[in-house]
């Protein structure tokens, strides 16, 4: 028998249901489910396989090799690669089907050639930069990159979206504000015939507090997995991801002994201090040391002492005299945000949910 896993991430896809529901009604537009860096920590197959069935129009990946996993477990949604591509990786995409956003007309040609050599055609994307400063061509661009896919020779490529992206919807409205309606206008001026064609700007914050009159797809990322980047909105989204551990050992020590790597926690006075299974080797961040964190054991706070160390940390529980082995951790998840585990660490929930590591078991629960 196994025994059970010192840390895991206890995955709820009732709450993701809650969150996508949420999602479209709020926005009242089509969900392109933004499945990137392994959905966000939370098993990009796993959900995949979940929302496969519920009618999206396009899962978002950052690349290939995120593409192939959902194309090598039979994923039927269409797969829709939201950065640039590497010039080896346009060969598979061609052949697999999937639906990059365009940047350049070199890009263009690149997969002309390639469509003519696989004898298929592909559908794409236009990207277009409004701010982000990543990809895409520049609004005044996209005239000449729509003459260049007119041209006889580049009927290969079917056009069936266009997208932008956001730098600071949840950082400043006034440029926001001032992109969607530059983003509205170039839709209105070059875009507005088009039938069966995606238009899309709006990440979880864009879609949140921000209103396009021509988009009608929107790519929550954040927000599906149930985490706010608007803090006003948290109460509405349920979290996904509850990662937890258990307590291994609880023990007295003495005033004046340290605790962790550096001795940078020193007891002020004789205290229990417990040991809990997890550490930074599972993803915890290392750079909460020292902030004045704390985690719940049995629902209950405990401040973190000292460094948290590759694979365990400590907890004061001098104020919790039932605490023993065996109980239960939670680092974060409903009772604990981890928007605020991020904050203690200097960070975004983003990095905190993308960086907890393979070691972590995943449990699905619907
Ligand atoms: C990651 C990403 C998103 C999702 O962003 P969230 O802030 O997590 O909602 C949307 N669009 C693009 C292009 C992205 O790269």
């Known amino acids: 028998m196994p025994s059970p896993p010192r840390a895991c991430a206890e995955i709820n896809l009732q709450a993701l249901d809650h969150n996508l529901s949420f999602a479209r009604q709020h926005s009242g537009q089509q969900t392109m489910a933004i499945l990137k860096a392994g959905a966000y920590g939370h098993?990009?197959?796993?959900?995949?396989?979940?929302?496969?069935?519920k009618g999206l129009p396009y899962f978002g990946v950052a690349n290939v090799y995120e593409a192939r996993?959902?194309?090598d477990a039979g994923i039927q949604t269409p797969i829709y690669l939201l950065g640039a591509t590497f010039p080896e990786e346009r060969e598979e995409i061609v052949q697999c089907g999937w639906t990059p956003c365009l940047s350049s007309l070199s890009e263009i040609d690149d997969f002309?050639?390639?469509?003519?050599?696989?004898?298929?055609?592909?559908?794409?994307h236009l990207s277009v930069d409004t701010g982000m400063g990543r990809g895409g061509f520049l609004p005044d661009q996209i005239p000449s990159a729509l003459n260049h896919l007119a041209l006889p020779q580049n009927k290969s490529i079917e056009l069936k979206g266009i997208g932008s992206h956001l730098p600071s919807a949840d950082e400043d409205e006034d440029f926001t504000k001032s992109q969607f309606a530059a983003f509205d206008h170039l839709v209105r001026e070059h875009f507005a015939q088009r039938e069966n064609f995606h238009v899309h700007l709006a990440n979880s914050a864009g879609l949140l507090d921000y209103r396009s009159t021509t988009t009608n797809l929107v790519r929550p990322g954040l927000l599906m997995y149930g985490v706010s980047p608007l803090a006003e909105w948290q109460d509405q989204l349920q979290p996904v991801m509850t990662l937890k551990s258990r307590v291994s050992l609880v023990r007295n020590l003495p005033k004046g002994h340290g605790v962790s790597y550096g001795r940078t926690s020193i007891l002020e006075k004789d205290s229990a201090v417990a040991t809990i299974g997890v550490g930074y080797g599972d993803g915890y961040p290392?750079?909460?040391?020292?902030?004045?964190?704390?985690?719940l054991i049995n629902g209950k706070a405990a401040p973190i002492l000292g460094r948290v160390t590759m694979d365990q940390i400590m907890a004061?529980?001098?104020h919790l005299p039932d605490c023993q082995p065996?109980?239960?951790?939670e680092l974060f998840g409903p009772n604990l945000s981890v928007t605020q585990v991020a904050q203690w660490a200097d960070t975004i929930p983003w990095e905190v949910l993308t960086r907890i590591t393979p070691r972590v078991t995943r449990i699905y629960s619907t």
């Not at 290392?286 to 985690?295: D, T, V």
């Not at 065996?326 to 951790?329: A, I, L």
Request: hydrophobic share 35%; glycine share 10%.
């Open 112 to 124: 002309v050639r390639l469509c003519a050599k696989h004898n298929r055609s592909l559908t794409a």
């Open 69 to 71: 996993q959902l194309s």
């Open 286 to 295: 290392r750079n909460i040391s020292g902030k004045g964190a704390h985690i």
């Open 326 to 329: 065996g109980d239960e951790v």
């Open 43 to 53: 098993g990009l197959v796993n959900f995949a396989r979940h929302l496969d069935s």
């Open 316 to 318: 004061d529980v001098s």
